[in-house]
T-cell receptor, first 111, second 112 residues
Framework: QKEVEQNSGPLSVPEGAIASLNCTYS??????FFWYRQYSGKSPELIMS????GDKEDGRFTAQLNKASQYVSLLIRDSQPSDSATYLC???????????FGKGTKLSVKP | DGGITQSPKYLFRKEGQNVTLSCEQN?????MYWYRQDPGQGLRLIYY???????QKGDIAEGYSVSREKKESFPLTVTSAQKNPTAFYLC???????????FGEGSRLTVL
């Protein structure tokens, strides 16, 4: 069974710190990876996509992909209380179409 | 604005009743999906459709039904056969080009 695993947290960081969220996936054929942010009671919002090994930066967010280790991470620099949410990692599981989601990591940024 | 519209946002249902959740998108996406999310849980796939007039069961299709008569619309019916229907239901769509999935605002169903 294809799986995406995340530490459920909660991960607590002080305001202004770097938050590091991690995710591993089981299917070596996975090609596309996504990070979603979900505020309590709201729907997931896509914040980063990454398709090749290395880093991809977008503002305060950096996604990192290491296919050899089957590992994806999301770094949030200068964390703000508004970043407090659950972050979902997803992969394509090696086939175009259905994404496989992790259960999410809850991040809390303390002022 | 382009997006995915789900309705209703909140719905209460008595046991034994069928309810239909609406999902409409104007993103011109081919594929549409229905997920269910329970408190503290991940997303579980109910049904998906990659083309009009065709759909497939996801991981938890029992007690649910869908139709895809138009590209823009993918309604979900929660039937009385669904044993534990209280949940947050999310509709999503995607373009094959990027695989990025976009979600509607969700429908929260409570069975009384």
């Amino acid at each position: 069974q294809k799986e995406v695993e995340q530490n459920s947290g909660p991960l607590s960081v002080p305001e202004g710190a770097i938050a590091s969220l991690n995710c591993t996936y089981s299917d070596r054929g996975s090609q596309s990876f996504f990070w979603y942010r979900q505020y309590s009671g709201k729907s997931p919002e896509l914040i980063m996509s990454i398709y090749s090994n290395g880093d991809k930066e977008d503002g305060r967010f950096t996604a990192q992909l290491n296919k050899a280790s089957q590992y994806v991470s999301l770094l949030i620099r200068d964390s703000q209380p508004s970043d407090s949410a659950t972050y979902l990692c997803a992969s394509d599981g090696g086939s175009q179409g259905n994404l496989i989601f992790g259960k999410g990591t809850k991040l809390s940024v303390k002022p | 604005d382009g997006g995915i519209t789900q309705s209703p946002k909140y719905l209460f249902r008595k046991e034994g009743q069928n309810v239909t959740l609406s999902c409409e998108q104007n993103l011109n996406h081919d594929a549409m999906y229905w997920y269910r999310q329970d408190p503290g849980q991940g997303l579980r796939l109910i049904y998906y459709s990659q083309i009009v007039n065709d759909f497939q069961k996801g991981d938890i299709a029992e007690g649910y039904s869908v139709s895809r008569e138009k590209k823009e619309s993918f309604p979900l019916t929660v039937t009385s056969a669904q044993k534990n229907p209280t949940a947050f239901y999310l509709c999503a769509s995607t373009t094959r080009r990027t695989g990025e999935l976009f979600f509607g605002e969700g429908s929260r169903l409570t069975v009384l």
